[in-house]
């Protein structure tokens, strides 16, 4: 008998799954309906030799020194400061939107003290920020938002800025000074070997067996366990019982190019006229050296793998109903994106289930055989 059976071989899942084989004893079986572990992580070496992210570039980055330090157990770190630029007005121009980026799209030079007034003179004051277009136009303007913002938003999501929470552009900094970093976290770095291989030994641990390919609905009343954890998504768990919650998903179209250097930087963002909403070179994030190169464009979708909650008020209020499922169903735990329906980077996902795993020690929560035929009757 398996102690917990963890859905899902992601970051929640993964982590999770370790901290109880290793620090507590507990026996886990982890299932995943992929063919590999990781998530959407996950990556691997392409016909030609090219290491690539299978489900687009991720890149770590955290302020948090727990989350660096307990990843550090299973991987060296290769230092990497992620850089992207976009496609506006027939340039490519750093964002976030900086010092240059405004000085090369209007051909000013400008001081960061005079960009501080260029930003004051062109900003929309919005006493109430509700939406993704009031984040911006009350920063930056009417113009930068129509050039950087509202056409890539419009693709990503398919809607437009004005019906989107606020959160979705809140993500992205604008900056007085020429600092073209995309993110300004404490710990910036990337897996020396690749995330796969850090999930392999995270996984290592004698005490957690892996099963991929598997639809756990379908061993529950087979492999007997105590609790659960799940990482799938959080409607799906319940049936669909009030509807599906909404998802945007993605589709990647990877190449291998004949040259050793694509683009001038990791990531190129295309928020105008391409059906595509950036391309990314996987060499600048991994350091790895070969003659070719490749390269993934992204193209939003409305149907596919769920990546994005969307982020809209009547979303979150049928979020809450399954959320008060979750609540009256103890022996599961959910975590991660999907059974919590929100837009966690990957540090913020391993910092939840770090969470999770020390208010289960806690709470010294016993595993039941009966737990399983509870959860075949949801």
Known sequence: MFDYLIVGAGFAGSVLAERLASQLGKKILIIDTRSHIGGNAYDCFNDDGILIHKYGPHIFHTNSRDVFEYLSQFTQWRSYEHRVLASVDGQLVPIPIN?????????????????????????????????????VVNKVGRELYEKFFRNYTRKQWDMDPSELDKSVTSRVATRTNRDNRYFTDTYQAMPLHGFTRMFEKMLSHPNIKVMLNADYREILEVIPFGKMIYTGPID?????????????????????????????????????EHLYTRVTEFKYLTGQEHPKTGIVYEFPRAQGDPYYPVPRPENA??????????????????????????????????AQALMVYKKIVEAGDDTSEKANRELARV
């Open 317 to 350: 209020e049928l979020y809450k109903k399954y959320k008060a499922l979750a609540d009256a169903t103890p022996e599961v735990h959910f975590v991660g994106r999907l059974a919590t329906y929100k837009y966690y980077n990957m540090d913020q996902v391993v």
């Open 99 to 135: 010092l240059d980026t405004v000085n090369r799209l209007y051909g000013l030079s400008l001081t960061s003290f005079q960009l501080e007034d260029f930003f004051a003179s062109v900003a929309e004051p919005k006493e109430y920020i509700r939406t993704s277009e009031d984040v």
């Open 236 to 272: 799906l768990f319940f049936n669909y019982r009030y509807g599906k919650l909404p998802y945007r998903s993605l589709e990647f179209k990877h190449e291998t190019i004949n040259t050793p250097v694509h683009q001038p930087v990791a990531v190129v963002n295309y928020p105008n």
